[in-house]
C-alpha cells in the first residue's frame, strides 16, 4: 500500500518498475496480477516470470532532512545531501535567509550539529 | 478502464485451468519444493472466512518459490471418510457416498473461485477405492511386521517364525504386548492357531484387548466424548468399561524415534512439547517387592527407587490380575464390589477426579530394603495400563499417595530434611535426604543415602538396584498404542476375514476391498457393527472375491472384519500418494518418492498436535522401514495459522413489561440504549454494513421482527459489535462467496492477510475490506487511465525516488514473505 501510494503521487510511468511490481503482487493477488502481466506485452502466465531482485544502490538515502533550531526551539527544515559534512551543514544553516532573523543583533556562541537530526544555533544577545 | 475484478478473474481462472498452469511433473533440473495443506474434511456447511486462511498462507509462499525457480508441488485432496456424513445418512437415508460428493463439489467450486496454485490432477480422497487400497495394503504390510528394538526398525514377521523355530525367545528384543518366554521345542511343537496366537503378541498391526466404552442400550462402542458421567451422551443410557478384542496398531514401538525426531524438526517449540510430554519418557527402575507369608511376588514401576524408605503402603489398579491373586477371602467382597464400580469409570475421569476412595485388601508387601510390612490396597488413581498396574506409595513426596494416607490413615514418612507434611506432600525433588533408612534399623547394613542430594541418591540407588538384583532399569512411555477399530459404516473396511476366531489377510492383490452396499447404516439387532448389515459381505478364499453370507461354510467361504478404520487411516500417508496418485502398482513410485521427499512446509492446525501429527509420523516411519519412504520425518517445517474470530453485532431488544406482550419488538440504538432496560441479541452480520443496521433486510430476516419498530440515531441505527469465536449460533460467520462476489477474490486474499501475522488469532472485521479493494484499484490504475482506457506503463525514465520506492518494497517484501510476515508484506505494497 505504502510504494502505490508513493508511485501514485509521483506519477511513476516506468514500465520496467511496475513489471517489477506486478510480480510482486502476484503471489498475493493472481488474477490482477496475471491480467496487467499480459497486459503488458508478456506471453507466458506470470506465475513463471522471474522474482525480482532488489539492488542495494538504489536504496542509498541521497538527501537528509534536518531541523534548524535556534537555543532549542526548532524553526525550519533544511535537506542537506547525504555526504555533507559538518562545517558544510552549519555553514548552509547560517546562511540559509530564513536564519537571518533569528542572527540578528545576536552573538553566536556555538552550533551543535547531531546528524540526521538536528542543528542547534545557541546565541547569545 | 475500470478494475473489473468478476470479469479479469473469471477470465484467469479459465485460462489457468485450459493451460494446466498449475501442473506439476518430476522435474530433475529444477529444485523441488513441497507445500502442503492439510486437507479438509468436506462438511456440508461449506467454507468459512477462516478456512481459506490456512489455504491462502500457504499459496502465497508457493507461488512465491515458484517465482524463485523451484518446481513447486501444491496438491489437495478430501479426507473424505468421517461421521458426519454417517450421521446425516442414518438421518436422511443418503448414501455418505452421495452426500459427501454433492459436499466436495461445492467445496471445490468455493476453492477454484479464490485462485489457488493447486494441481488438481494429483487430488485424492480417502473414500476412493483407488486411494484406500494403499491404506489397506499399509495395514496389511503392518500385521506382517514386527518390531526389533535391538535394531530399532520394523522387519517382517517371517523373520521372527525363523527365528523362533531356532532358538525361541532367547536374547529376543522385540516390542510386544507381553514379555514371553518360549522355547525353540515348544514353539515347533505348537499347532498353528497357538503359533498365531504367540504372533500376534509382536505384530506390528494387532488384535488386542482394549478397554471400550460399552453401551448395551445402543449396541456399540462409544468414544471418550461420547461419555458423560457414565452415560451416554445421546440418550443417557448406561456405560460400562469392556474389555474388547480390536485392532491395534503398535505406535509405542516408534516411541523412542517418535521422540528423537522432534530434533530434526523445524516445528514451535510448544508443539514439540506437546509431543513430547504425550510421548512421556520415563526412566525408571522395575523393582520386585515379596509378599508377606507368601510365594507370591510382584513387580512395580518407579521413576524414584530412591524413595524406596518412604514407602508405606502399595496399591494395585482395579483391573491389574494381581487384585484376585492378592485379596484375601475376608476381602474379597469389598473389593470386589470397588472393582465393579470402577468399570463405569473412563481412564479420563479417574485421571481428572481428585476423590479418594479404595479398599484394603488383606495382605501385605515386604519392602526389599527395610524389610517392613507394606499394607496392599486397591485404588483406581493407578491406571493399569501405565506400568505394571501397581505402584508403592510414598505419601511425604506425592500428591495423590499423600491424599490417599490422609484419608486413610497410613503413616507418612518425609525422606528430605526440613521437609513439612503436615498439610501436603513435599513434591520437589531437591534438598538432602533423611530416613534412608531410618536411623538404627536393620537396614543401615545396606543401602544409605542419608546426606547426599536427592540428584545423587537417585544415580546410588539406581545402581545398587541393578547390581543387587532387585529388579531393572527400565525405560518407560507414556504414549500407547492406538486403537484401530471403529464400529461404524463410513470407513475403511479391514482387508481382513476370519476362520474362527483367527484373522487372515485376503491377498494383496485382491485389494482394495470396497466397502459394499447396506440397508442400515446402524449396529445390527445383536449389537454387531453397521457392516453387519451387509448381504454380500463374506470371503470366497479359493474364488478370491466377496461373496453373499449365505455362502459362508468355514471350508472356503468366511466372513469378512465388520469393523472400519478409524479418521486417522485416510490422513497418514496422503502426503506421499499426492507424489503418485495415479500408480496403480505401489503407494508412490521409487521414482517420485526419491524426487519429492518429503512436505517442505505443511500449513494446518494445532489441534492435531497429539492426533495425526504423531498418527502420521509414526506410519511415515514404518514405511521409511519398508523402504517406501525415503525420508524418516514427513513434515520438516509446520506452521499452524491462527483462527479468525467473529466480530458479532447486536442489536437491543427493549424488555417488555407484562401488559405490552403483544406490541410489535422495539429496538433502540447503541447510542441510546442505556436509557433503556434493554436484552442484547445476536444479530446476523451479513445484515449490517459499517455497523449500521439494513432495517427492510432485518425486518425480513425473523418473521416475528416483519413489524419491529426502532428508536434512531441521526436516522440510523447503529449496532453493538464484540469480538467472538465465529460461529452459527452468533450468526457472525461471513461467507466467503459473498466476499468475493462483491470484492474479488484478489481483495478477500490481500485482506485475510491483512488482517494479521499468520500465526496470531485475529478479529475479523468486514469494514476492512474496503481498504484492500481500494488498494487493488489504485493500483490498477498505475496501468490504466480510469477515464481513458489508456495504458499508461511507458518507457519514461524512473525518477532516484520511484527507484527507491520500488526496491525498498521488493526488499521487504523478499524478506517478508519466507518469514510468514503477510500483513507488513500487504502494507508496503
Request: glycine share 6%; proline share 5%.
Amino acid at each position: 500500500m505504502i510504494c502505490v501510494n508513493e508511485l501514485s503521487q509521483a506519477h511513476c510511468t516506468n514500465k520496467e518498475l511496475l513489471s517489477k511490481l506486478v510480480v510482486a503482487l502476484a503471489p498475493f493477488a493472481p488474477h490482477i496480477a496475471e491480467e496487467l502481466w499480459a497486459a503488458l506485452g508478456n506471453s507466458q502466465t506470470v506465475c513463471d516470470a522471474q522474482w525480482p531482485a532488489y539492488e542495494e544502490k538504489y536504496l542509498e538515502e541521497t538527501e537528509v532532512q534536518l531541523a534548524i533550531a535556534f537555543n532549542g526551539k526548532a524553526r525550519f527544515q533544511m535537506a542537506f545531501p547525504a555526504t555533507a559534512t559538518n562545517a558544510e551543514i552549519e555553514q548552509a544553516a547560517m546562511a540559509d535567509e530564513r536564519a537571518a532573523k533569528f542572527l540578528e543583533g545576536k552573538q553566536v556562541v556555538k552550533v551543535i550539529v547531531v546528524p540526521k537530526k538536528i542543528v542547534n544555533i545557541v546565541v547569545k544577545g | 478502464m475500470e478494475y473489473n475484478f468478476r470479469e479479469i478473474e473469471k477470465k484467469w481462472q479459465k485460462r489457468w485451468e485450459e493451460q494446466q498452469t498449475y501442473r506439476v511433473v518430476e522435474d530433475t533440473n529444477k529444485k523441488k519444493f513441497y507445500v502442503l495443506n492439510m486437507f479438509p474434511y468436506p462438511s456440508g456447511a461449506g467454507l468459512h472466512v477462516g478456512h481459506p486462511l490456512g489455504y491462502i498462507a500457504s499459496d502465497i509462499f508457493a507461488r512465491h518459490k515458484r517465482l524463485e525457480g523451484y518446481n513447486v508441488l501444491n496438491p489437495m485432496g478430501y479426507d473424505a471418510y468421517g461421521l458426519p456424513a454417517e450421521q446425516y445418512a442414518i438421518q436422511t437415508g443418503q448414501h455418505p457416498a452421495v452426500t459427501t460428493e454433492t459436499n466436495i463439489a461445492r467445496y471445490r467450486e468455493q476453492l477454484d473461485r479464490i485462485g489457488f496454485s493447486f494441481d488438481w490432477s494429483r487430488e485424492v480422497r480417502t473414500c476412493d477405492p483407488t486411494y484406500y487400497k494403499w491404506t489397506q495394503w499399509a495395514f496389511q504390510k503392518m500385521f506382517d511386521s514386527y518390531y526389533d528394538n535391538d535394531q530399532q526398525r520394523a522387519l517382517p514377521i517371517a523373520q521372527l517364525e525363523e527365528r523362533l523355530a531356532k532358538q525361541g525367545t532367547a536374547g529376543l528384543n522385540a516390542a510386544c504386548s507381553e514379555d514371553l518366554n518360549i522355547t525353540a521345542e515348544a514353539w515347533n511343537a505348537m499347532d498353528e492357531h497357538a503359533q498365531q496366537a504367540i504372533l500376534m503378541n509382536y505384530r506390528i498391526a494387532y488384535l488386542g484387548e482394549t478397554m471400550v466404552n460399552w453401551c448395551a442400550e445402543l449396541g456399540t462402542v462409544l468414544a471418550n466424548d461420547e461419555v458423560v458421567d457414565g452415560v451416554s451422551e445421546r440418550g443417557g443410557y448406561p456405560v460400562v468399561q469392556k474389555k474388547m478384542r480390536q485392532w491395534c496398531l503398535r505406535v509405542s514401538a516408534y516411541a523412542q524415534r517418535l521422540l528423537e525426531g522432534l530434533d530434526k524438526v523445524d516445528w514451535t517449540d510448544s508443539l514439540k512439547e506437546t509431543q513430547r510430554n504425550w510421548i512421556g519418557r520415563s526412566e525408571g527402575a522395575e523393582v520386585e517387592f515379596a509378599v508377606k507369608d507368601s510365594d507370591e511376588h510382584f513387580t512395580i514401576f518407579t521413576t524414584r527407587a530412591d524413595t524406596i524408605f518412604g514407602v508405606t503402603f502399595m496399591v494395585l489398579a482395579p483391573e491389574s490380575e494381581l487384585v484376585d491373586r492378592l485379596t484375601t477371602p475376608e476381602q474379597r467382597a469389598e473389593v470386589l464390589a470397588y472393582v465393579e464400580a470402577t468399570k463405569k469409570r473412563t481412564e479420563r475421569e479417574r485421571i481428572a477426579d481428585r476423590k479418594v476412595s479404595g479398599v484394603f485388601t488383606g495382605t501385605y508387601a515386604v519392602n526389599p530394603l527395610t524389610g517392613d510390612a507394606l499394607p496392599i490396597w486397591v485404588s483406581d488413581y493407578v491406571l493399569a495400563g501405565y506400568g505394571t498396574g501397581a505402584i508403592m506409595a510414598v505419601p511425604a513426596h506425592d500428591s495423590r499417595d499423600y491424599a490417599f494416607a490422609r484419608h486413610f490413615s497410613l503413616p507418612i514418612v518425609p525422606l528430605i530434611e526440613g521437609a513439612d507434611v503436615s498439610e501436603q506432600s513435599f513434591d520437589a525433588k531437591e534438598g538432602i535426604v533423611i530416613n534412608s533408612p531410618v536411623a538404627n534399623s536393620a537396614a543401615n547394613e545396606g543401602l544409605v543415602l542419608n546426606g547426599l542430594t536427592v540428584t545423587e541418591a537417585i544415580a546410588k540407588t539406581k545402581e545398587y538396584v541393578s547390581r543387587h538384583n532387585l529388579g531393572r532399569i527400565k525405560v518407560n512411555y507414556r504414549l500407547r498404542d492406538a486403537t484401530f477399530s471403529r464400529q461404524r459404516y463410513w470407513g475403511e473396511p479391514f482387508p481382513v476375514y476370519y476362520k474362527g476366531d483367527m484373522p487372515y489377510m485376503i491377498p494383496q492383490e485382491c485389494l482394495p476391498l470396497e466397502l459394499p452396499e447396506v440397508d442400515n447404516y446402524q449396529p445390527t439387532a445383536m449389537g454387531e457393527p453397521p457392516l453387519g448389515n451387509a448381504k454380500v459381505w463374506a470371503w470366497d478364499e479359493k474364488a478370491c472375491k466377496v461373496v453373499d453370507k449365505n455362502l459362508i461354510d468355514g471350508q472356503q467361504v468366511f466372513p469378512l472384519e465388520l469393523n472400519t478404520m478409524p479418521g486417522f487411516a485416510g490422513s497418514s500417508a496422503y502426503f506421499l500418494r499426492y507424489m503418485d496418485p495415479h500408480n496403480n502398482q505401489a503407494l508412490v513410485s521409487n521414482e517420485a518418492v526419491s524426487y519429492w521427499q518429503n512436505v517442505d512446509l505443511y500449513v494446518g492446525g494445532t489441534e492435531h498436535a497429539t492426533g495425526h501429527l504423531i498418527y502420521s509420523r509414526f506410519w511415515n516411519k514404518f514405511l521409511f522401514d519398508l523402504g517406501v519412504a525415503v525420508n524418516d520425518e514427513p513434515f520438516q517445517k509446520l506452521v499452524n495459522q491462527g483462527m479468525i474470530q467473529g466480530r458479532s453485532n447486536f442489536v437491543y431488544r427493549v424488555q417488555r413489561t407484562e401488559g405490552d406482550a403483544q406490541k410489535a419488538p422495539l429496538f433502540v440504538s447503541l447510542g441510546v440504549k442505556d436509557q433503556y432496560e434493554v436484552t442484547p441479541i445476536h444479530v446476523d452480520v451479513n445484515i449490517v454494513h459499517g455497523d449500521v443496521l439494513d432495517i427492510d433486510a432485518f425486518r425480513a430476516w425473523r418473521p416475528e421482527y416483519k413489524d419491529a419498530e426502532f428508536v434512531l440515531e441521526n436516522d440510523k441505527y447503529v449496532c453493538g459489535w464484540a469480538v467472538e469465536k465465529m460461529s452459527k449460533s452468533m450468526y457472525n460467520v461471513v461467507n466467503p462467496d459473498l466476499i468475493v462476489e462483491n470484492y474479488g477474490a484478489d481483495t478477500l486474499r490481500l485482506y485475510e492477510m491483512f488482517l494479521g501475522p499468520v500465526e496470531q488469532s485475529k478479529p475479523w472485521d468486514t469494514n476492512g475490506i474496503d481498504g484492500c479493494h481500494r488498494f487493488l484499484k489504485k493500483f490498477w490504475g498505475l496501468f490504466y487511465n480510469m477515464r481513458t482506457d489508456e495504458f499508461i506503463p511507458n518507457d519514461a525514465e524512473a525518477t532516484p525516488e520511484q527507484l527507491k520506492s520500488v526496491h525498498k518494497l521488493l526488499k521487504k517484501v523478499s524478506a517478508d514473505i519466507p518469514a510468514f510476515s503477510y500483513n507488513t508484506a500487504v502494507a508496503a505494497l
